[in-house]
């Protein structure tokens, strides 16, 4: 079993910056992708960010391209989101999540994924 646990939200004027982490532990953390996820009121779970099992590998979506940067410390057992530039529809409870089989890459599919973290709220401000 996997345990998730994120941290690092809050709330934060348009322009600003956060960054998510996600501590791991149960298992080896280094042989399994991982994802963010969000979900805003009223709205489907979406996509954010991918990384696979060794970092080598990122996906973004296309809302946060180019301002969200996805990252992983495999010694510290830690996924961060490093996020830039935020807007008021980057509001939402992000979610970290992890696959079960090893050695995959990320995935943009929430079916995708086995374990998931209990959510962090980001709220960006006008």
């Known amino acids: 079993q996997v345990q998730l646990v994120e941290s690092g939200g809050g709330l934060v004027q348009a322009g600003g910056s956060l960054r998510l982490s996600c501590a791991a532990s149960?298992?080896?953390?280094?042989?399994?992708?991982m994802g963010w996820f969000r979900q805003a009121p009223g709205k489907e779970r979406e996509f954010v960010a991918a990384?696979?099992?060794?970092?080598?590998?990122?996906y973004y979506a296309d809302s946060v391209k180019g301002r969200f940067t996805i990252s992983r410390d495999n010694a510290k057992n830690t996924m961060y989101l490093q996020m830039n530039s935020l807007k008021p529809e980057d509001t939402a409870v992000y979610y970290c999540?992890?696959?079960?089989?090893?050695?995959?890459?990320?995935?943009?599919?929430?079916?995708?994924?086995?374990?998931w973290g209990q959510g962090t709220q980001v709220t960006v401000s006008s």
């Open positions: 990384i696979s099992w060794s970092g080598g590998s990122t």
């Open positions: 149960g298992r080896t953390f280094s042989n399994f992708a």
């Open positions: 999540a992890a696959r079960k089989i090893a050695y995959t890459n990320g995935s943009y599919r929430a079916s995708d994924y086995d374990y």
